[in-house]
Nanobody, 113 residues
Framework: QVQLVESGGGLVQPGGSLRLSCAPS????????MGWYRQAPGKQRELVAR???????NYADAVKGRFTISRDNAKNTVFLQMNSLKPEDTAVYYC???????WGQGTQVTVSS
């Protein structure tokens, strides 16, 4: 069974940083075009950042300049470095293989004093 597994979420203070990781579990496959999405309580899931296999990236306006998506193809892992976190960043963050349509289970990020 193909599955994506996220890690690195947690509770941080405003202005703090977290680094999320995403890697496949179960059936092994090479990650393709990857996205990080998030869903806050009472809100729809939204795209945060995207990266293709060559490393080309794009970001939602709300996170530009604060978040960085990257990948290590040798380790078959994608990352989301989140800096200058704000309370409005609080959400469950999901990793998604856009080409295959495979989601991770999500990891909780809470930004609060």
């Amino acid at each position: 069974q193909v599955q994506l597994v996220e890690s690195g979420g947690g509770l941080v203070q405003p202005g703090g940083s977290l680094r999320l990781s995403c890697a496949p579990s179960g059936a092994i496959f090479r990650l393709s075009i990857m996205g990080w999405y998030r869903q806050a309580p009472g809100k729809q899931r939204e795209l945060v950042a995207r990266i293709n296999s060559a490393g080309t990236t794009n970001y939602a306006d709300a996170v530009k300049g604060r978040f960085t998506i990257s990948r290590d193809n040798a380790k078959n892992t994608v990352f989301l470095q989140m800096n200058s976190l704000k309370p409005e960043d609080t959400a469950v963050y999901y990793c998604y293989d856009i080409v295959r349509g495979v989601w991770g289970q999500g990891t909780q990020v809470t930004v609060s004093s």
